[in-house]
Nanobody, 122 residues
Framework: QVQLVDSGGGLVQAGDSLRLSCAAS????????MGWFRQPPGKEREFVAA????????YYADSVKGRFTISRDSAKNTVYLQMNSLKPGDTAVYYC???????????????WGQGTQVTVSS
């Protein structure tokens, strides 16, 4: 089992950058595929990015491809989401998620962080 704590959200202007972090507990973090999701105001949660357990594979939603980068540091039990060229449409609560699986991208995630708010003003 793993517990996730999201952080790094905030209020920024369009065009700015922000880096989200997700700290994971547990000694088996390196065996989990990780993902980032977001839920815009009044909308359903949507996939943003995923990274395999090894870090060798990544996958992105078309809406963030080329602007966002997911990475992981297994020594720190942390996964990151670097967000560049932010747009007002990126405003959402961002959640990290974990799944212990070899499948990539994972079809389902069992563990979720509490979420961190990202607001992008125009």
């Amino acid at each position: 089992q793993v517990q996730l704590v999201d952080s790094g959200g905030g209020l920024v202007q369009a065009g700015d950058s922000l880096r989200l972090s997700c700290a994971a507990s547990g000694r088996t973090f390196s065996t989990y595929a990780m993902g980032w999701f977001r839920q815009p105001p009044g909308k359903e949660r949507e996939f943003v990015a995923a990274i395999s357990w090894s870090g060798g594979n990544t996958y992105y939603a078309d809406s963030v491809k080329g602007r966002f980068t997911i990475s992981r540091d297994s020594a720190k039990n942390t996964v990151y989401l670097q967000m560049n060229s932010l747009k007002p449409g990126d405003t959402a609560v961002y959640y990290c998620a974990a799944q212990r699986t070899l499948a990539f991208p994972p079809p389902v995630y069992d563990y979720w962080g509490q979420g961190t708010q990202v607001t992008v003003s125009s």
